[in-house]
């Protein structure tokens, strides 16, 4: 049998006053009391709404500048009595405590105050304490109380008032304490990341994530693998701020490797000319500049054809028709870019099969953050990879110093190394990548695959030669033995960056110098598992 409680009173207080006063219409219609605070009150009253003050029920007024208004036992008694247990129903006789049979409350904008950059007094002024303690007593008690934290719920409440004669169900009101408890416990952890951030606390000793859901996925990595995406509220670019123009519904890994595209694009600055990158199982598969948007695309898509097919494609500049009429002549996945014009979205409008993705702007490389992921029994959390480096940074290592145009190869190819699965060996040349090599298990293997795989291409495009000839090489961690470094230069790279740092450094450097090879050293890793 459904175990449904009428509304009789109701206590409304919410900053966010989307939806309010057509909800508080229908509870007044419906004969519910209602109860409120300050601005809540003020925005009823201005509707003509009949609404009784808390500082009326509780006999005290709000204090210290709003800072204490609702913690009183007339609330929370009203809230958390058991209606069915005689004891407590003679608590509320005897102290004259009236019970509290819905709360809507949202809580103060403490997450938009951060994510817009308030001072710490500001913030720490947005950390509700009221709000959090009344949905707590609320949920605890759904067997009587209805407790709605979103405005999202507001016309699901109403339905369910409707359908249930101003009354709720047992079910719904379990439901809607699940939805609470799990938003108390996102604004605790959104106030304990940022103190943690804002006192430099690398390691805290507790650390909590959360996110609101933005939609349920048909699947995760696998069809047997339940999945859905959440975002965490922050304001950085990318596939959670993208707007979806056409195609069928993203999927776990459409979501993935579209972001691994667009983060790895966004080492372009696009004032600097157009990037594209294109993007196979998180892994690029091409990436390229160029004159133009339809330059980078081909000189990307010339470097692993193959691969491409099925790919997410990447691009840092507004999308133009030129370069949509190159993306369709091949089955693509997802395009993602910052904007498309009439002309793109027209050609594929055409592609039904094809997701297009545009956002505001790109996401910044350099920009702070966590990263994190799960293992048995708990998290791995570290900042994200931010490292970034200029020709002033590297150190020259070899007799030959590398030629201009080698640098800025040299400099291509570490941006692309940072977003490849190591081990990881990218070649470059004339600024764009020729031969890709991830996620090997040993170095020597990813820089013959990587010359392999432009070889190949080679032969398709009808050249004499690999496309490595006269190239650059990038690896995301040191040569621990000269051999990767002699398969480069049988490939035809003429120049080579690397970290450094392994124990024998000076035998690689003395087999380039052999070589006639130039060869720089970082002292930074990009590391990528």
């Known amino acids: 049998m459904t175990q449904t409680h009428p509304i009789a009173r109701a206590l409304l207080s919410v900053s966010d006053k989307a939806g309010l006063i057509d909800l508080a219409r229908v509870l007044h219609s419906s004969g519910v009391e209602l109860l409120s605070t300050g601005g809540t009150a003020e925005t009823l009253r201005a509707h003509d709404l009949p609404v009784r003050d808390v500082a009326d029920v509780t006999g005290f007024p709000e204090m210290m500048d709003g800072r204490v208004k609702t913690l009183h036992p007339n609330v929370h008694g009203g809230l958390l009595a058991l209606r069915d247990d005689e004891s407590h129903k003679s608590a509320m006789a005897r102290h004259g405590i009236g019970a509290i049979d819905l709360l809507v409350v949202n809580l103060y904008p403490f997450e938009a105050t951060v994510a817009n950059g308030g001072s710490y007094a500001e913030c720490i002024e947005n950390i509700d304490i009221g709000g959090p303690a009344m949905i707590r007593a609320a949920a605890k008690n759904h067997q009587f109380v ?12 109403t339905a369910q008032m409707q359908a249930y004669a101003g009354a709720t169900d047992l079910a719904f009101r379990q439901n809607l304490a699940q939805i609470a408890y799990a938003r108390t416990a996102a604004y605790d952890a959104a106030v304990s990341t940022w103190m943690a951030g804002a006192l430099n606390v690398a390691a805290p000793r507790r650390r909590a994530f959360a996110g609101h859901l933005a939609k349920s996925l ?60 294109i993007i196979k199982h998180s892994n690029p598969c091409g990436v390229a500049t160029g004159a133009s948007l339809a330059e980078a695309y081909s000189r990307a898509y010339d470097c692993d054809r193959t691969s491409a097919f099925g790919g997410i494609v990447a691009v840092n500049q507004i999308l133009d028709g030129s370069t949509a009429q190159l993306i369709v002549k091949i089955f693509t996945e997802v395009v993602i870019a910052p904007g498309a014009d009439e002309a793109a979205r027209a050609i594929f409008a055409d592609k039904k099969n094809l997701r297009l993705l545009t956002t505001n702007g790109l996401p910044d490389p350099l920009a702070k953050g966590l990263s994190y992921r799960q293992i048995a029994g708990g998290f791995l959390v570290q900042d994200r990879d931010c490292g970034h480096l200029s020709a002033q940074d590297l150190k020259v290592v070899t007799k030959r110093q590398p030629t201009e145009a080698e640098m800025a190869d040299l400099l291509f190819a570490w941006n692309v190394a940072k977003h490849v699965k190591s081990n990881a060996i990218i070649y470059a040349k004339d600024g764009a990548t020729v031969g890709i090599g991830a996620g090997q298990m040993s170095r020597i293997d990813s820089t013959r695959i990587a010359a392999r795989k432009s070889q190949d291409m080679a032969e398709a495009l009808g050249l004499l030669q690999p496309l490595t000839v006269g190239s650059v090489v990038a690896s ?49 890793r990009h590391f990528r598992h």
């Open 146 to 157: 209805t407790v709605v934290t979103d405005p999202e719920d507001y016309s699901v409440l």
């Open 218 to 277: 048909r699947y995760g990595e696998n069809p047997h693998q339940s999945a859905a995406f959440y975002k965490d509220g922050s304001k950085r670019e990318g596939v959670s701020s993208a707007h979806q123009w056409q195609g069928k519904e993203l999927s776990y890994n459409n979501l993935n490797d579209t972001d691994a595209a667009f983060e790895m694009v966004a080492e372009f600055d696009p004032a600097k000319g157009p990037a594209v990158a």
């Open 476 to 524: 995301d961690a040191f040569f621990p033995f000269a051999d990767g470094l002699l398969a480069a230069a049988e490939a035809g790279a003429t120049a080579l960056i690397q970290p450094g740092g392994s124990m024998r450094d000076a035998d690689v450097i003395a087999a380039a110098d052999v070589a006639g090879l130039a060869m720089v050293f970082t002292g930074q």
